[in-house]
């Protein structure tokens, strides 16, 4: 891209998102819905006006990065260790059921066995940066609702990741992929992240702030969100878990006010919107006629899997029915985690180059449900507690 095309896609892509994102809101959604569907608008999909690139995805990626340290910073770290059990029930609920689902629907379509698992193992997949953004939106990001989604994103994605390796390794379309090299390269992220969580963090912030320049705290907060996703890809582990735990580890100290005030707006102002974009950026109608009701099916079976599956693991662990609702309906999003998968499946001979397209669009319509749909349980719930408040107060 050129500098002058760079200058007129950001005025574009900022423009759009914050307009169609204040028209949501005027309608009762959440923004970020009216920012996913700019993607569509601005996209091959209508406008044309803006295009898929490397330039754009790399901006994107930024973007989620700094939504998903943005979380860390402030999540209610106390609540996320309360709410473990639910959120491992929910990760495994929300993995079990998809796997089921997309496999059955494979062989229903003639997919080869080995297709047909790839199919439900992609939509295992959980990405939550939308889900953040809705919950961050509706000041139900440290509940315990919250809390648990975030918890079970970070177990279902290593999940995801070894069932992955054990699949395409026993496949034989993995090449040199080793299910035990995989294991250690997570338990070795893991171990190194909470150590460094603990000492190392504290350590650099202290030590940094103590430098005689500008936005030292800010500097030091950027280099280990970026320092742990660089580390979490390298090993395997996607890069807004890594983004996560440095703002888990960052919310920790004295510095978590002012590393969260000064970068909300470096990240919303450019390239979280970029983010949302990029994601509409991928739809396009083109050909999609011999594939509507494989497009329909699956994505009521990537909905539904994940909605019940979530839900089921949240109510086995004590949450009441519309608490396990919200929960679910947080676990449907499969983002660019599944963007990823599908595109190794691709390559491997896993995913028909003819189902690619369908199946990018079923992961893109699994996001864009996912923030009215939390919205709605969220507001139902308020709705119940709000008579439950009413009829105690009735009673005194």
Not at 152 to 172: N, Q, T
Request: charged letters at 10%.
């Amino acid at each position: 891209m050129s500098h002058m095309q760079v200058f007129l896609t950001f005025v574009l892509i900022i423009f759009m998102t914050k307009l169609a994102g204040h028209i949501c809101v005027r309608l009762g959604q959440p923004s970020v819905l009216g920012k996913l569907l700019a993607g569509i608008i601005l996209g091959p999909a209508l406008l044309n006006w803006v295009q898929p690139s490397s330039f754009i995805e790399t901006i994107a990626q930024i973007g989620v990065i700094l939504l998903m340290f943005i979380a860390g910073v402030e999540t209610d770290l106390q609540q996320m260790k309360e709410n473990w059990k639910a959120a491992f029930a929910v990760a495994i609920g929300g993995v079990i059921l998809p796997l089921i689902g997309g496999y059955g629907l494979g062989l229903a379509f003639n997919f080869t066995q080995g297709q047909a698992i790839f199919l439900g193992l992609l939509f295992c997949a959980t990405s939550v940066s939308i889900s953040v953004q809705t919950l961050k939106e509706l000041n139900k990001l440290n509940s315990s609702e919250g809390t648990t989604i975030l918890g079970a994103a970070v177990v279902d994605d290593v999940v995801v990741v070894i069932l992955l390796a054990f699949v395409m390794s026993f496949l034989g379309a993995g090449g040199d992929v080793s299910l035990p090299l995989i294991v250690g390269k997570k338990v070795i992220f893991f171990v190194v992240i909470i150590a460094a969580c603990i000492w190392l963090v504290p350590l650099l912030m202290k030590w940094f702030a103590r430098f005689k320049v500008t936005e030292v705290v800010l500097s030091m907060a950027i280099i280990i969100a970026f320092g742990f996703s660089y580390f979490a890809e390298w090993l395997g582990v996607a890069g807004i878990i890594g983004a996560f735990a440095a703002g888990l580890a960052i919310g920790q100290t004295p510095y978590k006010d002012e590393v969260e005030h000064k970068v909300e707006p470096l990240a919303y102002t450019l390239f979280v919107p970029v983010f949302f974009v990029s994601i509409g950026l991928n739809i396009s109608f083109e050909g999609l006629g011999n594939h509507i009701w494989f497009i329909v099916i699956l994505t009521v079976v990537a909905i539904l899997s994940k909605l019940i599956g979530g839900g089921l693991g949240a109510k086995l662990t004590g949450f009441n029915l519309n608490s396990s609702a919200i929960i679910g309906s947080g676990m449907i999003s499969r983002g660019e985690v599944a963007l990823i998968i599908a595109t190794t499946g691709l390559s491997s001979g896993l995913l028909l180059q003819e189902y690619f397209t369908p199946v990018i669009l079923v992961v893109i319509l699994t996001t864009l449900v996912t923030p009215p749909l939390l919205k709605l349980t969220i507001k139902r719930e308020s709705k119940i507690e709000h008579k439950v408040t009413e009829q105690i107060n009735a009673h005194m």
